[in-house]
């Protein structure tokens, strides 16, 4: 059975970091693209970041561009995302999907995944 599980999040403080980490299991999910999403209390899903199947290829949203970083680790299986200078806007639960791509594609479209995770939630606050 597909499976994507997040961890790592948690209650950090302003200009903090943490690591989330979305490890799968059920399926080789080095064929998928991984992207990461939030959502806010009272807001839509958005997207985060992304990386291809071949790990050559990430986008990010404009909000987060040079503080998170995502990459995978295709032998465990498990792609990470290193958030840094967290702000009290990046509250939010935080899920990872999987979706069908080409080899160094991706995108942060919630339509372009099938596969979501539960979520781990992630508080910024002082």
């Known amino acids: 059975q597909l499976q994507l599980v997040e961890s790592g999040g948690g209650l950090v403080q302003p200009g903090g970091s943490l690591r989330l980490s979305c490890a799968a299991s059920?399926?080789?999910?080095?064929?998928?693209?991984i992207g990461w999403f939030r959502q806010a209390p009272g807001k839509e899903r958005e997207g985060v970041a992304c990386?291809?199947?071949?790990?050559?290829?990430?986008n990010y949203a404009a909000s987060v561009k040079g503080r998170f970083t995502i990459s995978r680790d295709n032998a465990k299986n498990t792609v990470y995302l290193q958030m840094n200078s967290l702000k009290p806007e990046d509250t939010a639960i935080y899920y990872c999907?999987?979706?069908?791509?080409?080899?160094?594609?991706?995108?942060?479209?919630?339509?372009?995944?099938?596969?979501w995770g539960q979520g781990t939630r992630v508080a910024v606050s002082s």
């Open positions: 999907a999987a979706g069908a791509m080409g080899w160094g594609m991706c995108d942060i479209r919630r339509s372009s995944y099938d596969y």
């Open positions: 059920g399926f080789t999910s080095n064929y998928y693209a």
């Open positions: 990386i291809s199947s071949s790990g050559g290829t990430t």
